[in-house]
């Protein structure tokens, strides 16, 4: 999987491969379209009991594309002694390939109690749920989910939702020698950068998350220096906490905007929108993967509380009424000189998949 590239919008050679890896070990697979050019693998095995309980598994095959940092040829795996490494293996190859093992692991004893489903996704890391919402709106379904994002082998019960948004201010072109004739859609977009900041945000505190983040990270305008930029446009991420709605932050972002440029001025668009995810403990899949990460690794496994920012397909899962652990090998990795997986990690987390859903089936 390492060696094959899958950056958003370019999934589809990685998703035949996988239809490939599992025809050759007898598991039913097919593709499923999302978008042109993008599909979701789709895997069952079927349970061996009627009416019993299933289980989806849940991970992302799109990957961002690899930074200048990395160190060596990120679709060149290397292994250590201890370690896997390659572009990806941390956000999420490494849980995806510990998920497909776990069905060939059940197929090989004819199935489990109840149907093993995987749905290896399109379309997470840049429109945060293309895939899944996919897959769910086919009808694919299950009575629990493990979605094995990357968490260090910790029992995540939360995150942060995410509201991505674009504002196009508008100008009129002039020359520098038509100046006063213009209208520089630059200078409306950083009179808004200046004003749209977290404090300024509807919010209750969140006993984990806190309060939100906002980050502009994109912007763009202008064609030539000489000229007042017609047109300029900045996009930028919010991670919302629970509480907060898509409307309320519509309302907070116009109230930003508009006390420092005239509302005609501008466009607002939303791009991507996301609720918090938060599961109780003592949800029955959530019971059944910290039993057997006990069972596999001998220990209790960690229930982080600490802040975490990040957004997964948990939230379309719980959003369809499907109860999901949030579970899986390595840790974030974006940022380093390569991205890795434990070997060890990686082993133990195909196992805790099968274990899990055992326990939950027969539960």
């Known amino acids: 999987m390492i060696a094959i590239p899958s950056v958003s919008g370019d999934e589809e050679n990685l998703a035949k491969w996988l239809i490939g890896w599992c025809s050759e070990r007898g598991i039913a697979a097919e593709l499923q379209y999302a978008a042109e050019g993008r599909p979701n693998v789709i895997a069952r095995v079927p349970g061996q009991t009627p009416g019993a309980k299933s289980v989806l598994l849940?991970?992302?095959?799109?990957?961002?594309?690899?930074?200048?940092?990395?160190?060596?040829?990120?679709?060149?795996?290397?292994?250590?002694?201890?370690?896997?490494?390659?572009?990806?293996?941390?956000?999420?190859?490494?849980?995806?390939?510990?998920?497909?093992?776990?069905?060939?692991a059940a197929q090989r004893v004819g199935g489990l109690e109840g149907d093993l489903i995987m749905t290896a996704v399109v379309g997470e890391c840049d429109e945060l749920g293309l895939g899944t919402k996919a897959a769910l709106a086919s009808g694919i379904s299950a009575d629990a989910a493990i979605n094995g994002e990357p968490t260090g082998m910790t029992l995540q019960l939360f995150h942060s939702g995410v509201f991505q948004f674009e504002a196009t201010f508008k100008g009129h072109p002039a020359h520098q020698m038509e100046r006063d004739q213009g209208v520089d859609a630059i200078r409306l977009a950083t009179r808004a950068l200046e004003a749209l900041h977290e404090d300024n945000l509807t919010f209750e505190p969140h006993q984990y998350l806190g309060g939100p983040q906002l980050l502009i990270g994109m912007i763009s305008g202008g064609f030539m220096p000489q000229i007042t930029a017609p047109s300029c446009s900045i996009r930028g991420d919010i991670r919302q906490v629970p509480g907060m709605t898509k409307d309320s932050i519509v309302a907070d972002i116009k109230r930003m905007i508009e006390s420092v440029v005239p509302a005609a001025a501008y466009e607002l668009q939303v791009h991507v929108h996301s609720d918090p995810f938060s599961m109780s403990p003592d949800a029955g899949i959530c019971q059944s993967v910290l039993a057997a990460h006990r069972s596999i690794t001998g220990q209790d496994a960690v229930i982080p509380t600490e802040r975490w920012l990040g957004a997964t397909d948990c939230s379309h899962l719980q959003a369809a009424g499907i109860p999901t652990a949030l579970y899986g090998p390595a840790v974030f990795q974006m940022n380093d000189v390569y991205d890795l997986v434990p070997i060890s990690e990686l082993n133990d987390a195909a196992r805790v998949y099968l274990e899990a859903a055992r326990h939950f089936m027969s539960a």
Request: glycine share 10%; net charge negative; aromatic share 6%.
């Open 58 to 104: 849940n991970g992302h095959i799109d990957m961002t594309e690899p930074l200048e940092i990395y160190e060596g040829d990120p679709y060149e795996p290397v292994v250590t002694a201890t370690e896997l490494r390659g572009g990806a293996i941390s956000n999420m190859k490494a849980a995806v390939a510990g998920m497909f093992a776990t069905l060939a």
